[in-house]
């Protein structure tokens, strides 16, 4: 399992570096074609996702089953619980858009295109909420939760090994044990790599971005072709050795040490950085975005989520899908080709949980944690735009640094300076726990669930290969290379993931069935079954 994924990812990196033009070119043709022709796709499947996370939920028979065997407790306290599915999940895109996307939604949304609000005006504000929240919602959670659900259902209760393959036992059985369970693990590996490497792409401008802020050096960013400040290719290199080297010894150290107690330093430092929002900020203007923006999203909820922009031949059919893919359509591709990481990862955290239990925590309580971020942040930077204090000084900066610009308006000099190192050493600790977490994720999937310690050597091999997917793509086309090869990465596992929704639910409609007749519902249950009936 380990040889493949190994040779596909180190081919795209050599093809990266020795072939950086033509490498890009492909990247783009490739990325064209998917888009236009996948589009549909991407956002149809995540609305059926969304659907069937709830209705496992809230269904009250399928609510009680347990993720594992009955009656057996979680692991991990839900405060640690929390903590982890935030941390690894989307901390370190959250810290990059809670400033970002709410400002470039306020700029142009299709609100603004279609010319019913005036950009960067009051009126705005509203629905810039109301698409930012849409895509940091449910879309994002549902996904991972129903990923997770199916790995660890299947997995925990059948006795089988942590890992894709056996998500899908329900559909193809013993099939899976052989090559196309091999296909599906390897396809699952290497989109978990390229959708780390998106997030950790972003983690690592910020980073940089957060590290100028604190007076390390104007070595650190240059301007790129649009004048905009943007990591030098050193402070890239420099950025991942540190951040790569300290995830690399945290995995080393498994997930109840290392990551446990990151996640843990998260969730203080992200509570502490909200207070600050909430009380020098706009914090009565971000909590009245905060609940006019979730009822906007819950009501506008099933249209946003169904709705594809299509071109009839207009400027502003021609904006309203371009608007839709680099939004929407990435940000659907980015939490599928998440998923696998993500997904299995919650899976291995999470026994001992009922689905319903498991599916609100997972979908409702990190989506309410990123709603609280965005108002704040995202708010705050809006207030301070509208009022005049920022003088454009927010908008006019590049998305890794509007965080950072935002305090900087803020706050005074000496404040914004200690401020921006806190940010600093949030998104340092954000990017070892994802890194680290990935790292794990990987190694389980290619051991076939086996305890991620004895493997040390794999570990330093895909610590080292992830830095060198991000390094390479960074310097080679910035954040869009790392986006593109992530979107073609996602496709071939997005059809895996609708494998996983099925198999599921028929996971859970048998177990109800065998329950219903007394029939055991799990391998421990069925052995013991087996040994009485054969005593008796």
């Not at 960067?120 to 996904?143: I, K, N, Q, Y």
């Amino acid at each position: 399992m380990t040889i493949p994924g190994k040779i596909i990812v180190s081919l795209i990196i050599m093809w990266a570096i020795f072939f950086p033009v033509r490498a890009m070119q492909a990247l783009q043709i490739a990325n064209s074609t998917i888009i236009s022709s996948f589009s549909g796709w991407y956002v149809y499947l995540v609305a059926a996702l969304i659907m069937v996370c709830f209705a496992l939920a809230l269904i009250p028979q399928t609510g009680t089953l347990r993720i594992g065997a009955p009656g057996e407790k979680p692991e991990f306290s839900r405060f640690s619980w929390f903590s982890m599915l935030f941390g690894a999940g989307i901390g370190i895109g959250m810290l990059t858009y809670s400033t970002g996307e709410p400002l470039a939604h306020f700029v142009s949304n299709p609100d603004i295109i279609r010319g019913t609000v005036e950009s960067a005006s009051p009126e705005a504000v509203r629905s810039a909420f109301m698409w930012t929240f849409l895509h940091w919602g449910f879309g994002a959670w549902c996904t991972y939760a129903l990923v997770g659900l199916a790995i660890g259902y299947v997995a925990h209760r059948r006795g089988l090994p942590l890992t894709i393959r056996s998500s899908l036992a329900p559909l193809f059985g013993k099939v899976l044990s052989g090559l196309p369970g091999h296909i599906v693990d390897v396809v699952a590996v290497v989109a978990t790599i390229l959708g780390v490497a998106v997030t950790m792409g972003l983690g690592v401008q910020q980073f940089v971005a957060g590290l100028h802020r604190v007076g390390m050096g104007d070595w650190l960013m240059v301007a790129d072709a649009t004048g905009v400040q943007t990591a030098s290719a050193a402070a890239i290199v420099l950025a991942l050795l540190v951040l790569v080297g300290a995830s690399t010894l945290s995995a080393l150290s498994g997930v109840g040490k290392g990551i446990k107690w990151l996640s843990n330093i998260n969730m203080a430092l992200s509570i502490g950085l909200l207070a600050l929002f909430a009380v020098f900020g706009s914090g009565l203007y971000g909590l009245k975005l905060l609940g006019v923006g979730i009822w906007d999203y819950f009501v506008s909820l099933p249209a946003n989520s169904l709705t594809l922009f299509s071109s009839d031949g207009s400027d502003v059919g021609e904006a309203l899908v371009q608007w839709q893919l680099d939004w929407s359509v990435f940000y659907w591709a980015w939490w599928i080709a998440f998923a696998p990481f993500v997904g299995m990862f919650i899976a291995r955290i999470s026994r001992g949980r009922t689905i319903r239990e498991y599916v609100l925590g997972v979908a409702l309580v990190p989506a309410l944690m990123c709603f609280l971020w965005m108002g704040l942040a995202g708010g705050t930077a809006i207030d301070l735009e509208l009022s005049g204090a920022a003088q454009g000084e927010i908008l006019s900066t590049g998305i890794s640094s509007q965080l950072y610009a935002t305090i900087g308006v803020l706050l005074s000099p000496d404040v914004a300076l200690i401020v921006s190192g806190l940010v600093v050493l949030l998104l340092m600790t954000y990017l070892i726990t994802s890194v680290d977490s990935a790292i794990l994720i990987v190694n389980t999937i290619n051991g076939a669930g086996e305890d991620e310690g004895g493997r040390r050597y794999h570990i330093l091999f895909w610590g080292f290969a992830l830095a060198f997917v991000v390094g390479s793509m960074l310097i080679l086309g910035g954040i869009e290379a790392i986006r593109i090869t992530m979107i073609i990465g996602a496709l071939p596992f997005s059809l895996v993931v609708l494998l996983m929704c099925i198999s599921i639910i028929k996971a859970v409609v048998f177990d109800l069935i065998r329950k219903k007749h007394g029939v055991p519902t799990t391998a421990e249950a069925c052995q013991e079954w087996a040994e009485a009936r054969s005593e008796g």
